[in-house]
């Protein structure tokens, strides 16, 4: 089965961004620390017309750290500025200002040597949709912008939101489309939700997830679901089916007969994965 991808949305999307990048100095890109290659648009090289960048692993707190810090060091030898957050809670969102700086300490310098005062720096925050966005946003800004833009009466405009002195945020995200002509990655994103489970098949994306555990993660997958034994050959599609069994069988997923019902195994077991149940896992790593 091939996944649409749909050129128009891309077009918009790009056009939409390059009108904002008239308007900041830095872009700040947010990707998913458990896979920061699929979660990004392969044409934000692009998109960004070499605009000053940092890149935000975001969702650290799910993704497993080693490789997390395997892709800080990738994306830093690439010549980024990278550092892994959590927008939910914060954790190392308050490094994100002095990271701009960083970026742009010639183009200060430069200013300060002219005796201009430089004005605080103007970032937009670009990522695909659901890897953290809106989170971030609120969480830079203290506040939740959303919920004031709702209020009756109050035209939302494009806004810029005030982080300490020495920055502005746009209040909207430029939203960008992972390109999943590549099977893998559209089930890497619909094991995480990032995208709608109508696109692919259920049952395809837990017999992908179980694949994938069960060679890298299998200790907490067999622990969660009581599972003993673990598949001798991973390119055996019916012993990755026996794992989803003994799953179903241990969720009481059964149809009569005794069958197990591989349909409610694989939500239940994708529904308990996104839920962090599974511990910290990484998709896909940079070596
Ligand atoms: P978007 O604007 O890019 O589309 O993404 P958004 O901020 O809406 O975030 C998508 C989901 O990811 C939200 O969960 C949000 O809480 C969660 N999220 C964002 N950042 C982090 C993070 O650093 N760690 C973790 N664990 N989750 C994060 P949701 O289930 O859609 O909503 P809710 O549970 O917050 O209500």
Known sequence: MTIQWFPGHMTRARRQIQEKLKLIDVAIELVDAR???????PMIDDILQGKPRM?????????????????????????YAAVAI?????????????????????KIEKQLAKGVNPRAIRAL????????????????AGRNIAATGDRPGITK??????????MELLDTPGILW???EDQNVGYRLAMTGA??????????????????????YWEPLAERFELEEAPQDFENPDEIVAVMEAVGRKRGCLVSGGRVDLE????VLLRELRAGKLGRYSLESPY
């Open 125 to 140: 925050i670009v990522g695909i949709p659901n890897v953290g966005k809106s989170t971030l946003i609120n969480r830079m």
């Open 157 to 166: 405009g494009q806004q810029w939101i005030k982080v300490g002195s020495e």
């Open 35 to 41: 896979l920061p290659l699929s979660s990004r648009n």
């Open 264 to 267: 409610k195994a694989s939500s």
């Open 86 to 106: 959590d927008a939910s809670t914060g954790q190392g969102v308050k490094e994100i200002p002095a990271m701009a700086r960083e970026l742009l300490q010639d």
């Open 178 to 180: 992972p390109k999943f």
């Open 55 to 79: 890149i935000l692993l975001n969702k650290a707190d799910l993704a497993d750290p080693a490789v997390t810090r395997e892709w800080i060091d990738y994306f830093k030898q690439e010549g």
């Open 195 to 216: 995208i709608r489970e109508e696109i692919l098949n259920i049952e395809d994306i837990a017999f992908f997830a179980v694949k994938y555990l069960a060679k890298y």
